[in-house]
């Protein structure tokens, strides 16, 4: 549903549905009372404009900062705000900066992130679509080091098959030697669709190229960070989309753009791609794809392993093929903190009108807002050892407003089922690596894990290419976060 079709649906909802959303949203309550665990909501963006299109980085920051950017038309038109957000002090957001400030219409904004530990090594992108006319515009991007935003870059030229479509661009930031960063975005000419990309190595951004083209029309492509083992290791870039009712997925190998795979194909309708990301580590599988599918009889959220493709698994509770649940999104968490998990929110109208919910792996689900306002398009970022924002637009105040809710570990899917405070939160050891290396030696029980799980050093291994960052000390019956420095 495009943001016209939106606003006139929430229009005659209001007029027609009002009373009735009121007394199920209520009712509805306390059956889904136990599944709450998130603090908030809070508003982020709040006046009496528009803030619509929140989007959060997808990758796992692993810095105490954030960001978010979305829509506002408080000068008159579309331009693009964003804001940080801190770890600690629980709403942690800070006063939000206008990226782009003109008479032209900047729309559908996607956050990309390199993050390391220490602060001074994490930096932002913003992207967005500039649009010119009915049927064409342009993809820019701003960037930050925390400190401002910089003036905007032009990357590249969108087209569009109808006016009231977006190229949706999207980015990710692989970290490595150069930190490249792709964006991706939609496009539909006489020809049929195709997905451009651009990359940024440091330096430039490239001469835009072609992920997938087809005759048929592809719709919401979206770009992840995934890691897993199939065959071998692969850790890069994956592009994820819809193309007739089913899912499809492309990698960035040895410079060039696989050919496209699908995705857990199914006679029912799929739709509404997300990747969830990897962190900054490599060598795991706790990534892989979310969607919306009607392959249960009603409006579902599913999800799949990178590594296999093939094995979806239902990832909301059933509600009897009544109600629908779309717009997922998905992030990597640590719930509990001892170990790595996953947390995917989405949209439901199961209370009568849209609310957010949410899971962790197999947990279920919890709301995280059930006003009885229209709650919609929500996103998810995860920063530090752990906190997870949602943040959503919602109609609450009569306009549209961001609002958003948090947890610490452990809240979802944990044994405790707590949130914790600033000052209940793990904080990490300080080791040099001489340090850790000498622990290790000591106690022949002890191993040494990065975030993704993987295991980096026992007591028989060398220390010497052991990069700095946040790591888990464990043994056989406990666990601790350590930062390790040279």
Request: glycine share 8%; net charge negative; aromatic share 12%.
């Amino acid at each position: 549903m495009n943001m016209s079709e939106l606003l006139a649906a929430v229009g005659r909802k209001r007029k027609a549905a009002r009373g009735f959303v009121l007394v199920c949203a209520v009712l509805a309550l306390p059956a889904s009372a136990p599944g709450q665990y998130w603090t908030g909501p809070y508003p982020i963006a709040s006046d009496s404009s528009d803030e619509i299109n929140p989007s959060a980085c997808k990758e796992w920051v692993e810095d105490y900062v954030t960001c978010m950017a979305w829509q506002t038309n408080r000068n008159g038109n579309w331009d693009i705000c964003a804001a940080f957000c801190d770890f600690y002090n629980g709403n942690g957001w800070q006063t939000a900066e206008t990226l782009s400030l003109d008479t032209l219409d900047d729309v559908n904004p996607s956050v990309a992130c390199r993050s390391y530990y220490y602060p001074e090594s994490t930096w932002f992108w913003c992207f967005w679509e500039r649009q010119l006319g009915s049927h064409v515009g342009e993809i820019r991007a701003s960037f930050s080091d925390m400190d401002s935003w910089r003036e905007p870059v032009r990357i590249g030229r969108s087209l569009h098959g109808a006016p009231q479509d977006s190229s949706e661009p999207c980015g990710i930031v692989m970290p490595g030697d150069r930190d490249t960063t792709f964006v991706i975005w939609n496009n539909r000419d006489t020809s049929g669709s195709y997905i451009s990309y651009s990359l940024h190595d440091g330096d430039s951004w490239t001469t835009p190229g072609i992920v997938t083209s087809s005759a048929y029309e592809t719709r919401h492509a979206r770009i992840g960070r995934v890691s897993y083992y199939r065959g071998g290791w692969y850790y890069g870039p994956m592009v994820v989309w819809k193309q007739q009712g089913d899912i499809w997925c492309s990698e960035f190998r040895d410079g060039q753009w696989t050919q496209p795979e699908s995705v857990a194909p199914h006679h029912a309708q799929d739709c509404g791609p997300e990747v969830l990301s990897h962190n900054t580590g490599g060598g795991g599988v706790d990534c892989g794809v979310v969607w919306q599918s009607g392959r249960d009889r009603d409006s579902a959220i599913y999800g799949v392993w990178a590594d296999s493709l093939r094995a979806p698994f239902r990832l909301c509770d059933s509600t009897g093929g009544r109600y629908a649940n779309w717009s997922p999104q998905a992030v990597e968490t640590a719930f509990p903190a001892e170990w790595w998990s996953t947390t995917t929110v989405w949209v439901t109208d199961r209370n009568g009108n849209p609310d957010i919910y949410s899971t962790s792996l197999f947990d279920h689900d919890a709301y995280v807002d059930t006003h009885p306002s229209v709650d919609v398009h929500p996103t998810v970022t995860t920063m530090g050892l752990t906190q997870a924002w949602c943040c959503w637009q919602t109609d609450r105040n009569g306009n549209w407003d961001i609002y958003g809710s948090y947890v610490y570990a452990t809240g979802i899917g944990g044994k405790d089922k707590v949130t914790r405070t600033k000052d209940e939160i793990l904080t990490p050891t300080l080791l040099t690596r001489a340090q850790l290396l000498a622990e290790l030696r000591r106690n022949p029980d002890l191993s040494l894990f990065d975030p993704s799980g993987r295991l980096v050093l026992n007591p028989e291994s060398a220390i010497t290419n052991l990069r700095s960052g946040v790591f888990f000390l464990r043994a056989s019956s406990a666990s601790r976060k350590v930062l390790v420095t040279r």
